[in-house]
């Protein structure tokens, strides 16, 4: 599974962004895992457990999916960073 956040813009140049959406889906198709459940004039889409949005489906004019790193690649980055800094005290004698 790829984890994603999918943005939502719309005609008035607002956006809704869904964080974290987990989806086995090509990149196409990555929204359809954002949403609750749509239709031919609705998207609906829950934020969390108290907040359901509904979008007219002629008022997104763009959708954005950003693939976010996986946990594998945070904790190598981590690991990396802990590195550098380190080798950097080490260089200034500390």
Known sequence: MT???VTFNTVDGKS???RNVESDHENARVWEDAVER???DHLYI???DKTM???LRRA????DMTELPSNVEKKANRRDEFRNAMYTL???GL
């Open 90 to 92: 080490s260089q200034i």
């Open 3 to 5: 984890t994603y956040d």
């Open 53 to 55: 949005v509904s979008l």
């Open 60 to 63: 997104v004019v763009r959708i």
């Open 38 to 40: 749509f239709d031919a």
């Open 46 to 48: 829950k934020m969390n």
């Open 16 to 18: 809704l962004i869904k």
